[in-house]
T-cell receptor, first 115, second 114 residues
Framework: ETGVTQSPTHLIKTRGQQVTLRCSSQ?????VSWYQQALGQGPQFIFQ???????GRGNFPPRFSGLQFPNYSSELNVNALELDDSALYLC??????????????FGDGTRLSIL | AQSVTQLGSHVSVSEGALVLLRCNYS??????LFWYVQYPNQGLQLLLK??????LVKGINGFEAEFKKSETSFHLTKPSAHMSDAAEYFC????????????FGRGTSLIVHP
């Protein structure tokens, strides 16, 4: 069973640039969620995709957007990067949604640094 | 709205001592509750989950947690700490309505002294 993989592991960008982070979900999982984890904080929910449709969104501005592909892999795109976007971005996959109590399986994250 | 409070940003114990990490939650409906562990430079790994079955939940690596509705608590314990338990621990709550979207606490760093 292949776990959740994220790429790249580290990334350095400057203010105003755009970034795309990628996630391959665990085999058999059809739901992907993205989180932002600032240093010393818990993960903050960005959004979730279920079968290629956005299925919930946290308190993040529209410059944070995403996609889910037919193979259930996913991308997180962030436009007009700001210094406060520096964080660890975590992807988590799970099976099912709509009240499912299935736990999420996390990747090791992408560390994004904004200069 | 659901929320989670983890008391103590750092907890320090000696190897072999009892581990107690505190978590209190608020939720308008019976919640699902989770504990995750995060080792340096890694993602989160599920330790255990409560989903309205037994109130005492046993997880991996010898950890367990007890759901106490009257106290709105879900504290994590382990009888005897190992050096390898040193990590960041996160409590999370998810209301059973709509999508499964957990809210995480700010985390507690467990330090284990030899």
């Amino acid at each position: 069973e292949t776990g959740v993989t994220q790429s790249p592991t580290h990334l350095i960008k400057t203010r105003g640039q755009q970034v795309t982070l990628r996630c391959s979900s665990q085999s058999g999982h059809n739901t992907v969620s993205w989180y932002q984890q600032a240093l010393g904080q818990g993960p903050q929910f960005i959004f979730q995709y279920y079968r290629e449709e956005e299925n919930g969104r946290g308190n993040f501005p529209p410059r944070f957007s995403g996609l889910q592909f037919p193979n259930y892999s996913s991308e997180l795109n962030v436009n007009a990067l700001e210094l406060d976007d520096s964080a660890l971005y975590l992807c988590a996959s799970s099976l099912g949604t709509g009240g499912s109590n299935q736990p999420q399986h996390f990747g090791d994250g992408t560390r994004l640094s904004i200069l | 709205a659901q929320s989670v409070t983890q008391l103590g940003s750092h907890v320090s114990v000696s190897e072999g001592a009892l581990v107690l990490l505190r978590c209190n939650y608020s939720s308008s409906v019976p919640p699902y509750l989770f504990w995750y562990v995060q080792y340096p430079n890694q993602g989160l790994q599920l330790l255990l989950k409560y989903t309205s079955a037994a109130t005492l939940v046993k997880g991996i690596n010898g950890f367990e947690a007890e759901f106490k509705k009257s106290e709105t608590s879900f504290h994590l314990t382990k009888p005897s700490a190992h050096m390898s338990d040193a990590a960041e621990y996160f409590c999370a709550v998810s209301d059973f309505k709509g999508s499964y979207i957990p809210t995480f606490g700010r985390g507690t760093s467990l330090i284990v002294h030899p």
